[in-house]
Structures are given as structure tokens and as C-alpha cells.
């Protein structure tokens, strides 16, 4: 049964599979992403058990306070959906709203590798991290998504989320933690 647990090195074949998959589709090219930022700096190095242990720890280290990042960035905890050795989707809990989450990108932003969507994992994963996110103090959680993102739309209503408005492309919803 898939749950999430923190990055871990065991579903590094398991993960660069998804990559690929994502890269196929075409993410990983909108510089605004957390996907484009990942492959780009990280992505070269994926393949080697040195460059991918790196990985986990900085994504690990993203979450502590003290852990040095580029301006404009917040601390993120970072969780993925991994069913043993199957990596199946990630989602990133930001711990404060910057200006900019605050209108486009929110709390939390989630990915479901392309060959296990439609099967419900987008809205476990995202009901799954509630306690995580509660347990930080944000309750309720903003998330957005694309206007014409009828599925994530859906996976975030199915978790609660009352939609407050929408702002440009992205539709903003407050999801309860508690």
C-alpha cells in the first residue's frame, strides 16, 4: 500500500523511470517549477548513488530553518508516495506563503508520475499530508492549480478545499488541517 515517507535512496530506479516519464511529457522546462529546478541541478548526478544520497539529503535539509537557500525561498518539507520499491509521486509542504505562493504556488505543490495517475494517488497523497502540515501550525493549507486542471481540481475538493477565488491562470483553495 503507497504512503509518504521523507526522500529516500532505496526508489532511485524507481524515480529516474518517473523523471523520464515527466521529461516525456514535457515537464520539467517551466523555470518557475520545483520539477525544472530538480533536473536541472540535480539531474546529471541522478544516476549515480553518490549524486542521488546528495539529492535526498538536500531535499531533507530543505526542511530546516537554518538550511541555507536562494532569496525568496521557504523552507519546504518534502515527502514522496512510494509503494516499496515504487516511486509514485511527490508533494512539497512550504512551511510560510511568500507573495508569490501566496497568489500561484501555495502551501503545497504535488506531482503524480505520469503511469500512476488516475488511480487516486494524487488525493491520498495530498489527504495523507495533512497531519504534516497541521503539525507545522498551517491550518487551514493553501493549494492551487491550473484553471483547466479539471483532475487537480477534483483531488483538491475531494480533500476539502473550498476554492476563495481565482488569480490569473491558477484557482486558489483552503484546505483544513485539523
Not at 71 to 89: K, M
Not at 105 to 113: K, S
Request: proline fraction near 8%.
Amino acid at each position: 500500500m503507497p504512503e509518504l515517507t521523507p526522500p529516500t535512496a532505496t526508489v532511485q530506479e524507481s524515480f529516474l523511470l518517473a523523471m523520464k516519464e515527466f521529461q516525456a511529457e514535457g515537464r520539467g522546462r517551466d523555470e518557475s517549477s520545483m520539477l525544472c529546478r530538480e533536473i536541472r541541478r540535480y539531474g546529471p548526478a541522478w544516476d549515480t548513488p553518490e549524486g542521488f544520497a546528495r539529492y535526498v539529503r538536500d531535499l531533507r535539509a530543505d526542511a530546516l530553518e537554518e538550511t541555507p537557500r536562494p532569496e525568496g525561498r521557504v523552507p519546504a518539507t518534502s515527502l514522496w508516495w512510494v509503494d516499496g520499491p515504487e516511486y509514485l509521486g511527490r508533494l512539497a509542504i512550504r512551511h510560510r506563503l511568500t507573495p508569490w505562493l501566496l497568489d500561484v504556488g501555495g502551501h503545497i505543490g504535488y506531482d503524480v508520475r505520469p503511469s500512476a495517475r488516475r488511480r487516486g494517488h494524487a488525493s491520498a497523497m495530498l489527504r495523507a499530508s495533512l497531519p504534516t502540515v497541521h503539525a507545522l501550525g498551517i491550518d487551514p493549507v493553501l493549494v492551487t492549480c491550473d484553471h483547466d486542471n479539471v483532475g487537480s481540481r477534483k483531488t483538491i475538493e475531494n480533500c476539502g478545499g473550498v476554492l476563495e477565488d481565482r488569480r490569473g491562470e491558477k484557482l486558489r483553495f483552503w484546505v483544513p488541517t485539523g
